[in-house]
């Protein structure tokens, strides 16, 4: 049985970013690719290899770009990739980054992985296809190796320039751009996707390097790396194909048992051998698809009427889940936290009080948002983190006070007040409620009279313990 393997949609946003960057029109993009566009709203899911390559074709035609997959290697950034291009980044030295990025690359893709070698007085770094018998993609190999080779220029103090470098696709009428990229001889047509360097280069520091760092995130991306889905599990390729159809209607039992090669009896016997079955696994997809196109505000209803998940009009209808489920990612996260909520009197929580290293990754990775629910990157709510979420709010209040106010704005009439009213209570607990005032009441926002009265009412003396955070939240 073939296996469907995936990709985070992280490794689709460099691209996505360049394509829309160049006016190329997000519906357009996903409807060629047969994609559900409510799969781009969760950072965490991941879609089929089989539909991430054909990705760089579609943008060489959309863009008119013949070196494409150069050019977004030219972008990349530590941001691009979250906790996996940010635990290179920390790394101590090339050597110990590269071999993180060997490690780690699954929570990229399943579709393909990286391997270092090392001899006495030559080293090289491989690009290798799950799938060795697929032709290779011009862009898909130029990206590969160009984005090493940018991380590591990067990264390094000294210029770093490989030996040689090797692709598996011919050679194209213009080489141009590579030659001058690499700085290196380039062999087109080859059985590999590699380049050679100088070993020396392993040793080198990296100027971002942050040991103490890179070994607590090592931690959590062990845990990422664990929770992944099994590719050789059924459960996961049905999934897989559940997301891939549902924009078409095409999630039957029979068509999902065809696409796997296998008779529908089969489908079922081997779906019950893992505990679940075809009904149960579409219920969760469009569960998760729902809350997907309910919690990504900037997608319309009309976009979201494209698919086959029911979004409402108004806030009265009914959406079309389980009502024992959650509508929304914000209840979910809601409901995780008032399972066991602390009192005003706790002064612990569950949780270990973290550490400074700890604090720093945290803020380095959580981007404070008034709609978050302190669930994204750390998977659970964790008073540690809303504690670092509120502190981060704050401080944006007092340091950017018209963006603070325009996001308040963003949140509908109904919800604004429960969402600021942890950050009042908060900013009365640091002592700092009028500081947040004067600030808000220096901008010219509509909304900036009405939150400072709402701050300066809560003003107190600071908490000594400062870990305290607010049952409301």
């Known amino acids: 049985m073939t296996q469907e393997l995936t990709s985070s949609v992280r490794a689709a946003g460099p691209i996505l970013q360049v394509l829309a960057e160049g006016g190329v029109d997000f519906g357009q993009v996903v409807a060629r690719l047969g994609v559900d566009p409510a799969v781009f709203a969760d950072q965490d899911a991941r879609i089929p290899v089989s539909k991430l390559v054909p990705l760089w074709d579609l943008a060489e035609e959309l863009l008119d770009d013949p070196f494409v997959g150069l050019h977004v290697a030219q972008r990349v950034s530590r941001e691009t990739f979250d906790i996996f291009s940010y635990i290179a980044t920390a790394s101590a030295n090339l050597g110990e980054a590269l071999a993180r990025i060997e490690r780690y690359f699954r929570l990229i893709t399943d579709g393909g992985n990286y391997e270092i070698r090392r001899e006495s007085d030559d080293a090289s770094w491989a690009f290798r296809a799950v799938d060795r018998d697929s032709p290779p993609n011009r ?28 692709f598996r696709h011919a050679k194209p009428a213009d080489t141009s751009e590579l030659e001058a ?23 080198a520091p ?25 590719p050789g599990r059924l459960a996961g390729q049905v999934r897989a194909l559940l997301i891939q159809g549902l924009p078409n209607g095409e999630t039957s039992l029979p068509l999902i048992a065809k696409r796997l090669a296998v008779s529908d009896r089969s489908l079922q016997r081997q779906l019950q051998d893992e505990g679940t079955n075809h009904k149960k696994l579409l219920d969760e997809v469009r569960r998760e ?62 949780q270990p009080r973290l550490t400074a290293i700890e604090r720093r990754a945290a803020n380095r990775f959580y981007r404070p948002d008034l709609r978050s629910t302190v669930v994204g990157f750390y998977g659970r709510v964790d008073p540690d983190l809303q504690q670092l979420d509120l502190d981060g709010q704050l401080d944006r209040a007092k340091l950017d006070p018209r963006g603070f106010l325009r996001q308040v704005n963003e949140i509908a009439e109904p919800e604004r007040r429960s969402r600021v009213a942890p950050l009042v209570v908060r900013a009365g607990r640091r002592g700092d409620a009028r500081a947040v005032a004067r600030r808000l009441r220096a901008t010219s926002h509509p909304l900036a009279s009405t939150l400072a009265a709402e701050f300066d009412q809560k003003q107190s003396k600071p908490v000594s313990n400062a870990r305290i955070v607010p049952a409301s939240y």
Not at 147 to 162: D, G, I, K, M, N
Not at 225 to 230: E, F, K, V, Y
Not at 315 to 323: F, I, K, L
């Open 289 to 350: 698809l729902a809350t997907r196109y309910l919690t990504k505000r900037d997608l319309s209803v009309s976009e979201s009427r494209q698919s086959s998940i029911y979004i409402p009009e108004s806030p009265h209808e009914a959406v079309d889940v389980a009502p024992t489920e959650t509508t929304t990612a914000d209840q979910k996260a809601k409901d995780m936290w008032e399972d066991s909520p602390p009192t005003l009197a706790t002064t612990r929580s569950a």
């Open 139 to 166: 862009h898909d190999g130029e990206y590969a190796m160009a984005t090493s080779v940018a991380y590591s220029r990067q990264w390094l103090e000294t210029h770093f320039r490989p030996r040689e470098v090797f």
């Open 206 to 230: 990296l100027r971002t390097a942050d040991p103490k760092l890179g070994g607590f995130l090592e931690r959590y991306a062990e845990e990422a790396l664990a929770a992944l889905p099994d």
């Open 181 to 203: 990229f690499f700085e290196a001889p380039i062999r087109f047509g080859t059985n590999q996707c590699a380049f050679r360097f100088d070993p020396a280069f392993l040793r």
